[in-house]
């Protein structure tokens, strides 16, 4: 088992949608490292579910990664904010997961308690500059953030 960070803005989807939909795919993502991350996970890998672009950032909850491989299909809709011209179903370029909501944190573990915590070779999203909507963590950081919550 693997353990990620997914990021996302509350206002375009939260922990709280995830709740409510159960399973979702998360589509969108457009950079390719991300992608690749993305394509790097298995089934059962956990994700942290990160919430940007806030008044307070951080880590909000947890999700299950429970089909990997897909293909985005945001990629091929013409009205979608997430289309790619350059995609086509035969040759798509963007892949992505469905995750399954776990749990939501009764507190956030905001991106300021993470950067006393952690330095920026431990989690990447510490980094100054980083603007990655996925990435790995280490199973010890993710052992250190479950005691965060």
Same mark, same amino acid.
């Given at each position: 088992?693997?353990?990620?960070?997914?990021?996302?803005?509350?206002?375009?989807?939260?922990?709280?949608?995830?709740?409510?939909?159960?399973?979702?795919?998360?589509?969108?993502?457009?950079?390719?490292?991300?992608?690749?991350?993305?394509?790097?996970?298995? %089934?059962?890998?956990?994700?942290?579910?990160?919430?940007? *672009?806030?008044?307070?950032?951080?880590?909000?909850?947890?999700? *299950?990664?429970?089909?990997?491989?897909?293909?985005?299909?945001?990629?091929?809709?013409? *009205?979608?904010?997430?289309?790619?011209?350059?995609?086509?179903?035969?040759?798509?370029?963007?892949?992505?997961?469905?995750?399954?909501?776990?749990?939501?944190?009764?507190?956030?573990?905001?991106?300021?308690?993470?950067?006393?915590?952690?330095? %920026?070779?431990?989690?990447?999203?510490?980094?100054?500059?980083?603007?990655?909507?996925?990435?790995?963590?280490?199973?010890?950081?993710?052992?250190?953030?479950?005691?965060? %919550?």
């Amino acid at each position: 088992m693997n353990y990620w960070l997914l990021k996302s803005e509350p206002d375009v989807y939260s922990i709280e949608d995830l709740k409510r939909d159960r399973i979702s795919l998360w589509d969108g993502v457009r950079n390719y490292q991300a992608r690749n991350f993305l394509k790097a996970m298995e %089934s059962g890998d956990v994700a942290f579910f990160y919430h940007s *672009n806030t008044k307070i950032p951080g880590i909000v909850g947890l999700a *299950n990664i429970i089909e990997i491989n897909l293909i985005d299909p945001t990629q091929f809709e013409v *009205n979608s904010p997430y289309f790619d011209s350059k995609a086509t179903p035969h040759s798509p370029r963007w892949y992505t997961v469905k995750v399954e909501f776990v749990e939501q944190f009764s507190a956030i573990i905001s991106l300021e308690t993470l950067k006393q915590t952690f330095n %920026s070779e431990e989690l990447a999203l510490v980094k100054r500059g980083n603007r990655l909507s996925v990435m790995p963590v280490s199973l010890s950081v993710a052992e250190r953030i479950l005691k965060l %919550s």
